[in-house]
């Protein structure tokens, strides 16, 4: 069993939380992944690492309470366990060679984002990160980006916070003025991925996307996280989950994603009739 240590609510609908996990602690990196269950009869969902102590053995996640499995997990507390907590899973982000680059991350792609901008950071390359949300009570990890990044901008869709606007009018500034990444990481919604890549085309700036699909075993066995790629079909648990985003097809992605939204609502409305108290409150 797998102890909650820590448990911190990020905003209304994303928490942050420290599991006891050693083994993961000690070997995972930025860019990969746990599959975890929330209840011993539930089902498996993946959530990326977003930063572990190896010292205290603790792994961190932060997640957006999206349907059914992210309620339960949310309904816990410190000191309650997970049955399962696997990992780390899929590939770690590349930062060979990297001198300046810029991470874009959007809503809860920020936690997905964050050790990605920590790594490059560490490894000595300048960084300048954009991170975009709804609104104002959005915002998440403001101050952890701003440590780690040389010029931070933070964008809301309604101008509640920050600078009103997408995640891709900082970058597209930026690069008019000529500055020249190395490469742009972005890590978010398919919608928001498609639209960085296609301000850094103009500009041949190198973009890696981190694909989300959905994910059964985690281990290339299942075909469920299938994608293509460059015309190939990938799998993003272990090829991935970041990409050539000029490769990915996005729309084939957004399709396959939502391929189960009945059955996720569904899903959705019997656990929110369950948990609404402790989640509205
Ligand atoms: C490699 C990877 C890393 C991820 N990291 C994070 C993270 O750090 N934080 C975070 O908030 N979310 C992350 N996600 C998405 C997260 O897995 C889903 O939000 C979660 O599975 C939703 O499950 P649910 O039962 O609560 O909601 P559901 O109502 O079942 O689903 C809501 C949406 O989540 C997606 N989803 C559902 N089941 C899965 C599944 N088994 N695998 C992948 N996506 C699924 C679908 O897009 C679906 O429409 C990641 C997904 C992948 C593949
Ligand atoms: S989740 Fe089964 S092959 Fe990737």
């Known amino acids: 069993m797998f102890e909650i240590v820590n448990k911190v609510r990020l905003n209304p609908g994303v928490t942050m939380m420290d599991i006891y996990a050693p083994p993961v602690a000690r070997k995972a990196q930025a860019g990969q992944f746990i599959i975890l269950r929330a209840e ?28 059914g499995t992210t309620l339960r997990l949310d309904n816990k507390n410190a000191g309650d366990c997970l049955p399962d ?36 950071a560490s490894c000595g390359a300048q960084v300048d990160s954009v991170t975009g949300f709804r609104n104002k009570d959005a915002v998440i990890l403001e101050r952890e980006f701003s440590a780690c990044s040389k010029k931070l901008f933070v964008m809301t869709d309604d101008g509640s916070y920050g600078k009103k606007g997408l995640v891709t009018a900082p970058i597209k500034e930026e690069l008019e003025s000529g500055t ?9 919604p ?49 090829d991935g989950p970041d990409f ?24 959705r409305e019997k656990c929110c009739n369950l948990f609404k108290k402790e989640i509205y409150r």
């Open 244 to 267: 050539d985003g000029y490769e990915v097809d996005f729309d084939e992605a957004a399709a396959r994603l939502s391929a189960y939204r009945d059955f996720e609502l569904a899903e």
């Open 85 to 120: 907590f696997v990992g780390p899973l899929g590939c770690p982000t590349e930062t060979d060679g990297i001198k300046k680059a810029c991470v874009a991350g959007g809503g809860v792609g920020c936690a997905i984002a964050l050790p990605v901008a920590r790594k490059l």
């Open 40 to 67: 011993a009869d539930g089902e498996r969902i993946p959530l990326t690492v977003a930063g572990c102590d190896p010292q205290r053995g603790t792994v961190k996640i932060i997640f957006q309470i999206a349907g």
């Open 180 to 188: 020249r990444y190395d490469r742009i990481f972005a890590i978010g």
């Open 190 to 238: 398919l919608v928001m991925m498609k639209a960085v890549v296609e301000t850094a085309r103009p500009y041949g700036i190198p973009v890696t996307v981190s694909m989300n699909p959905i994910m059964i075993d985690g281990t290339g066995m299942c075909g469920g996280c299938r994608l293509t790629v460059g015309g190939k079909t990938r799998f993003a648990c272990v």
